[in-house]
C-alpha cells in the first residue's frame, strides 16, 4: 500500500513518538524520498534529533532525498494567520489579536485552535501532493491528538454555515483519505501503552481514519531458551539478568498477542540498549521503519 | 520510614504534578496508600485513572464521590484509612454554577448556554480549576490528615496552578463590558480599539458562521451575578495551594528527555511561590545482581557469548539512567528531596504493589 503524503504520529506519553517521527522522516529521506518533519508541539522535539551531531561530518548524515526539511507549527500562529486572511484591515487584526478579550472569546471556540492546525495540516498534505514529498507530523499525546482529529466533526457543529464549515469538510475529507491521511500510532509493551494505543485505535477507527500504522517500540528478544536459563541456576548474577531479559521479552509477547488480537499488526522496533543515544540509533530505527513501510515500494 | 518521606507524607496536601506518562496517577495513588499504611487518613483524587487503576483502587468507574478503599489486603497494625476519588471537571463546574446563581433560571441559562458548555468542556483551564476546586471542598469538609492531588496532563507546566487566577481573569475581563452589554445601550468607557475589536467580532461571527458573539454576551450576562462568589471561591483556593501545608511533588522519570521538563516544572512552582517537597522518579531500575564465579569454562561458548551481551545491554541501560539521574540531580535545587521509586519485576496492578514500592521507596 502506498504511503499517504501525511504521516500524523502519536501515541501515550513516554513511547517516544518523537524519536519515531524523526526516523521515519530520515527513512523517507534516506530511499529518496523528500520529507518534511512537522512539529506541532512548538517544542521541536523530534527536529533536533535530526540536527547535525557536534563533531559530527555533515556529509556523512546526507540521504538520496536530502536531509528532512523541518516545519515547526503553533497552534497560536494559524490563529493569526486565520484572523489576517479572514480581516482584512491588518491594523484591525493586529489590534484584535493583542485584545485580551478576542484571546478568551477564541479559546472558549472548542478547538478553534486546534482546527486551524488541521486545517493548516491538510494545505501541507496537498502542497506535498503537489510537489511530491512526504509529511511526518510529530503531534501531541494521543488525548490531545484525538481531539485534534475529532475537531472539524465539532467545528461543523458549531458552525452550520460559512467558512468554517466548508474548512471542516475539507479536514474531513483529509483525514479520511488513506492515501493523503495517515496515523502512526507508537507504543511499547507496557501495559498502560498498550491499552492506550488500542483504545486509540478504536477512536481512530470510529473518526473514519482508513490508514493506522502502529509502531511497537522497545521490544525486547528473549535471547536465552528455558534450557539455556536453567544452566546459568549456578552463576547468580548472570542468571538473574538472563531472567530480567525474559521478563522483558514476556512482556513484548503480550503485548504484541494483544494488539494482533486487535487486529493490529506492528511494526517493531527494538529497544537501544545503549548508554546515550546517537544518530547511528536513529538511523537504525529508520532503517527498519523504513523496511517495513517503503519495501513493497522500492522498486516502484 | 525514610526522613524525607515522613516529612513529605506529614504534609496537609501533596499536588502531583510532572509530564505525561510518567506514571502521575499511580504515583499518587501509592503515595496516598503509603501514607494511610503508616496510620493517617487520607483522601486521593485522581484524574481520568486507567481501568487497571480504578480496578487496583477497587473505584466504581461511574462514581465521582469519594469511595473508601479496602486496605486489608496490604496489612499493617496501625492503617488509617483511605478514600479514593475521580474528578468529572464538568460536574464540578456544574455544581459550582448552581450554587452561585441567583435563581434557578439564571443557573439553567448559563448550563445551557454554548460557550459555558464548551468551557466547561474543552478547555483543559477549566478542567485545572476545577481539580483545584474540588480540592478545596475536599479541604473544607474536612476528615483527612492529608490529601493527594493528582493533576491533569497540562500542556504549559504552570496552567494547573495558574487555573483560579485565570478563570477570574477572564470573569473579570474587558469581555463583560465589551460583549455583556448589547450594542444599543453601550456608553462611554470603551476605547476605540474595544469598539473595533467588538465590530471586527461581528464580522468574525458573519464569515464563520459561528455566531459567538450572542452566545458570548448571554454567557457573561449569566455570569454577572455570580462573580463574587466565584472570586471568593478563586482566592480560597489560591490561598490554599500557597499554604505552608501544601507541597508540590514533581513527578517523573529518569530518562534524557524529562530533564528539561522537569526544570520547568521546578522554575514554574518556584515563580508560583509553590512549595516543592520532593521530585520523585519514578520506575528507577534495580541495582544489577552481583555476578558470580568467572565460570565461563563451564558454559557452552555460544551460551557466554549471550551472557556476554545480555550483561553489557543492561549495564548500557543502567549508564544511561545513571546519566539521566545525575542530569536531574543537578537541576533539582539542594534542599528538595529526591526520592527514587523503584520499578517493580511486574507493572503494578493491585493494592500490594502499589504498597510494595512504598515500602522500597529510597532516598537519594
Not at chain 1, 468554517?164 to 501495559?191: K, Q
Not at chain 2, 475521580?86 to 435563581?103: E, I, M, N, Q
Amino acid at each position: 500500500m502506498a504511503l499517504p503524503r501525511l504521516i500524523f504520529v502519536t501515541g501515550k506519553g513516554g513511547t517516544g513518538k518523537s524519536t519515531l517521527s524523526a526516523a521515519l522522516a530520515a527513512a523517507l529521506a534516506g530511499r529518496g524520498r523528500r520529507s518534511l518533519l512537522a512539529s506541532l508541539d512548538g517544542r521541536r522535539s523530534a527536529a533536533r534529533m535530526l540536527e547535525p551531531e557536534e563533531g559530527g561530518d555533515p556529509r556523512k548524515n546526507t540521504s538520496p532525498g536530502g536531509a528532512p526539511e523541518i516545519l515547526t507549527l503553533s497552534r497560536r500562529a494559524e490563529l493569526e494567520a486565520f484572523i489576517e486572511r479572514i480581516v482584512p484591515l491588518r491594523a484591525i487584526s493586529n489590534r484584535m489579536l493583542k485584545s485580551r478579550t478576542f484571546g478568551y472569546v477564541t479559546s472558549a471556540v472548542p478547538g478553534l485552535e486546534a482546527f486551524l492546525l488541521m486545517e493548516r495540516l491538510r494545505a501541507v498534505a496537498g502542497d506535498a501532493a503537489l510537489n511530491d514529498y512526504y509529511v511526518v507530523a510529530d503531534a501531541p499525546a494521543s488525548g490531545n491528538a484525538l481531539e485534534m482529529l475529532a475537531v472539524a466533526a465539532g467545528v461543523k457543529g458549531l458552525a452550520p454555515r460559512g467558512t468554517l464549515n466548508r474548512l471542516a469538510s475539507g479536514v474531513e475529507a483529509l483525514i479520511t483519505d488513506p492515501r493523503r491521511f495517515g496515523v502512526a500510532l507508537a507504543a511499547t509493551p507496557a501495559d498502560l501503552a498498550v491499552r492506550e494505543a488500542l483504545a486509540t485505535a478504536g477512536r481512530l477507527k470510529e473518526l473514519g481514519i482508513a490508514r493506522v500504522i502502529v509502531m511497537l517500540n522497545c521490544t525486547v528478544e528473549a535471547l536465552f531458551e528455558t534450557a539455556e536459563i536453567e544452566a546459568l541456576r549456578k552463576l547468580n548474577g548472570h542468571h538473574e539478568l538472563a531472567a530480567r531479559r525474559r521478563e522483558l521479552a514476556r512482556r513484548t509477547d503480550a503485548a504484541r498477542r494483544k494488539l494482533r488480537a486487535a487486529g493490529l499488526e506492528a511494526i517493531e522496533l527494538p529497544m537501544l540498549f545503549r548508554a546515550e543515544l546517537h544518530r547511528r540509533d536513529l538511523l537504525s530505527l529508520a532503517r527498519r521503519l523504513g523496511d517495513a513501510l517503503l519495501s513493497d515500494e522500492a522498486g516502484a | 520510614m525514610k526522613p524525607a518521606l515522613e516529612t513529605l507524607l506529614s504534609q496537609r496536601l501533596l499536588i502531583c504534578v510532572g509530564p505525561g506518562g510518567v506514571g502521575k496517577t499511580t504515583t499518587s495513588a501509592m503515595l496516598a496508600l503509603t501514607a494511610a499504611a503508616a496510620g493517617r487518613a487520607v483522601d486521593v483524587l485522581t484524574i481520568d485513572p486507567a481501568p487497571r487503576l480504578l480496578d487496583a483502587l477497587g473505584l466504581d468507574p461511574g462514581s465521582n464521590q469519594p469511595q473508601a478503599v479496602a486496605l486489608g489486603a496490604i496489612g499493617g497494625a496501625k492503617r488509617g484509612r483511605m478514600r479514593a476519588m475521580r474528578l468529572d471537571p464538568k460536574h464540578t463546574f456544574d455544581r459550582l454554577v448552581g450554587r452561585y446563581a441567583p435563581s434557578a433560571a439564571a443557573r439553567d441559562a448559563i448550563l445551557d448556554n454554548r460557550i459555558y458548555r464548551n468551557l466547561s468542556q474543552a478547555l483543559a483551564g477549566v478542567a485545572d480549576y476545577m481539580a483545584v476546586e474540588r480540592l478545596l471542598e475536599l479541604h473544607e469538609s474536612g476528615g483527612a490528615d492529608l490529601i493527594v492531588l493528582d493533576t491533569p496532563p497540562a500542556a504549559e507546566a504552570m496552567d494547573f496552578l495558574d487555573a483560579p487566577r485565570r478563570l477570574l481573569d477572564f470573569l473579570n475581563s474587558r469581555a463583560v463590558t465589551l460583549l455583556g452589554t448589547p450594542a444599543g445601550v453601550l456608553r462611554g468607557g470603551l476605547s476605540i480599539v474595544d469598539l473595533a475589536a467588538r465590530a471586527v467580532l461581528s464580522a468574525f461571527d458573519r464569515v464563520t458562521g459561528l455566531h459567538l458573539l450572542r452566545d458570548v454576551q448571554g454567557f457573561v450576562r449569566g455570569f454577572d451575578g455570580m462573580y463574587p462568589g466565584f472570586a471568593e471561591r478563586a482566592a480560597r483556593a489560591q490561598a490554599l495551594l500557597h499554604d505552608p501545608s501544601c507541597s508540590a511533588v514533581i513527578v517523573t522519570t529518569a530518562e534524557r528527555e524529562r530533564v528539561a521538563q522537569v526544570h520547568s516544572f521546578v522554575a514554574g512552582l518556584e515563580a508560583a511561590g509553590i512549595v516543592l517537597g520532593a521530585v520523585l522518579v519514578n520506575r528507577v531500575s534495580g541495582d544489577l545482581p552481583r555476578l558470580g564465579g568467572p565460570a565461563t569454562g563451564r558454559i557452552a561458548p555460544a551460551l557466554g557469548r549471550k551472557i556476554g551481551r545480555n550483561l553489557a545491554d543492561f549495564r548500557a541501560l543502567k549508564r544511561r539512567e545513571a546519566g539521566a539521574l545525575d542530569a536531574i540531580r543537578a537541576i533539582v535545587p539542594a534542599h528538595v528531596a529526591l526520592i527514587f521509586a523503584p520499578e517493580l519485576e511486574r507493572e503494578p496492578g493491585n493494592l500490594r504493589d502499589l504498597a510494595e514500592i512504598g515500602r522500597r521507596l529510597a532516598d537519594g
